[in-house]
C-alpha cells in the first residue's frame, strides 16, 4: 500500500511560520509515477475538510486557497516524492490537523480542492495557532 507520512507540525504563535512535509512510499511496479499530485488539506474540529494547497508533477502547476494565498508556498521534490508546505503568518483560526493526499489517476487540475478525488491520505499532523 502507498503511505503518506505528514510532520512539522506543532505550536505556533500568531504570525508564526511552520514548514510541513509529505512524503509518500510504498509504490510498486504496475503504477504509472510519471503523473502524481498531492494536495493539502486541512480540517478543524466541528468543520468540513477543505483544500489548502495542491502540486501536479507533469507541469509543476500549484494552486492555493484564496485565504492562504500570498502566504503559504508549495514546493515538491520528484525523486523522493516529497512536499513541502512553508506556512507563514499564521492566524489562530488556521488551527487543525493538516493532511496530505496523493492523486495518481490524473483527476485532480481544477478540482484539486476536491478530496474525494484522492486514492491515499496521510494520518495528519496538527498545527496549533494560539498566544
Known amino acids: 500500500q502507498v503511505q503518506l507520512v505528514e510532520s512539522g507540525g506543532g505550536s505556533v504563535q500568531p504570525g508564526g511560520s511552520l514548514r510541513l512535509s509529505c512524503v509518500a512510499s510504498?509504490?510498486?511496479?504496475?503504477?504509472?509515477?510519471?503523473?502524481?499530485?498531492i494536495g493539502w488539506f486541512r480540517q478543524a474540529p466541528g468543520k468540513d475538510r477543505e483544500g489548502v494547497s495542491y502540486?501536479?508533477?507533469?507541469?509543476?502547476?500549484?494552486a492555493y486557497a484564496d485565504s492562504v494565498r500570498g502566504r503559504f508556498t508549495i514546493a515538491r521534490n520528484d525523486n523522493k516524492y516529497k512536499v513541502l508546505l512553508q506556512k507563514n503568518s499564521l492566524k489562530p483560526e488556521e488551527t487543525a490537523v493538516y493532511y496530505c493526499a496523493i492523486d495518481y489517476k490524473g483527476s485532480a487540475g481544477s478540482n484539486w480542492n476536491r478530496s474525494q478525488i484522492y486514492d491515499y491520505w496521510g494520518q495528519g499532523t496538527q498545527v496549533t495557532v494560539s498566544s
Open positions: 510504498g509504490f510498486t511496479p504496475p503504477m504509472n509515477l510519471d503523473y502524481y499530485a
Open positions: 502540486i501536479s508533477s507533469l507541469v509543476s502547476e500549484t
